[in-house]
């Protein structure tokens, strides 16, 4: 759920907003009644750079298409446990 807040509420409960934001909320903040800014988690910034590469990258892109088409598809194996490195190989080398 994201918490609104204008920028004096902020400045005035900011250590105790960066607690709430670990929690895993987003802070909106105002200024003269628009969002203005926004905290979020470093994960969740560190989550949303990464998908925005990608999303810009045009090979990634097409990788993710087609992943998605396979997904609609019914084109999709799904493992049980943890789907390491060596689980994937060995289950791609005996499709292949």
């Given at each position: 759920?994201?918490?609104?807040?204008?920028?004096t509420?902020?400045?005035q409960r900011?250590?105790?907003?960066?607690?709430?934001?670990?929690?895993?909320e987003?802070?909106?903040?105002?200024?003269?009644?628009?969002?203005?800014?926004?905290?979020?988690?470093?994960?969740?910034?560190?989550?949303?750079?990464?998908?925005?590469?990608l999303?810009?990258?045009?090979?990634?892109?097409?990788?993710?298409?087609?992943?998605?088409?396979?997904?609609?598809?019914g084109?999709?194996?799904?493992?049980?446990g943890?789907?390491?490195?060596?689980?994937l190989?060995?289950?791609?080398?005996?499709?292949?």
């Open positions: 759920m994201d918490i609104f807040l204008t920028a509420e902020a400045r900011f250590l105790k907003l960066l607690a709430e934001v670990k929690e895993g987003r802070i909106i903040i105002t200024y003269r009644g628009k969002p203005a800014a926004a905290m979020i988690d470093f994960e969740r910034l560190q989550l949303l750079t990464e998908l925005a590469r999303w810009q990258d045009p090979q990634s892109l097409s990788h993710i298409r087609a992943a998605h088409e396979d997904l609609r598809a084109r999709v194996h799904r493992l049980k943890v789907p390491t490195v060596k689980r190989s060995t289950w791609h080398a005996k499709r292949v």
